[in-house]
């Protein structure tokens, strides 16, 4: 994963105005999708449910950037991000794994799994605290 500092110096990420409607918005987002997959079966949609989990997730990353005055043209420059915020480059490099099934999910109809649908699920629970810790001035 490159630095967020590159995603800059590309032009995939600009500076703008903080914006924190825009930040509560995505982390509103953000609960629905999670609050949503309690009615999800993830063995008979994992699909479904894989793609909730990162798109909450990818809410997250564009709320913290949104908060901090940035705009990302970019999932990984997103993703990137977690490292300004404390995230080692094992829980950011799992999120870019996800990203990359997820694409190929989306755009050339891989398939995603019960067990991948498990995965991102585990991972969000691992987590979920910190998530809440770096948007509690945000809900």
Avoid: W
């Avoid at 982390?27 to 999670?34: A, L």
């Avoid at 993830?42 to 705009?71: I, N, Q, T």
């Amino acid at each position: 994963m490159k630095p967020f500092e590159y995603f800059v110096e590309e032009g995939e990420v600009k500076s703008s105005s903080k914006n924190i409607a825009l930040a509560q918005s995505l982390i509103r987002d953000m609960n629905e999708r999670i609050n949503e997959l309690q009615y999800i079966d993830e063995k008979k949609m994992p699909k479904l449910v894989f793609e909730h989990y990162y798109d909450a997730l990818r809410s997250f990353c564009d709320a913290l950037l949104a908060k901090d005055g940035y705009k990302s043209y970019s999932h990984q420059a997103s993703i990137s991000y977690l490292s300004t915020y404390g995230y080692d480059i094992s829980i950011i490099s799992a999120l870019d794994n996800f990203r990359y099934k997820r694409n190929g999910s989306k755009y050339y109809g891989e398939k995603i799994s019960y067990e991948d649908a498990k995965e991102i699920k585990d991972f969000y629970d691992k987590i979920r605290l910190k998530i809440k810790e770096n948007t509690k001035d945000l809900t």
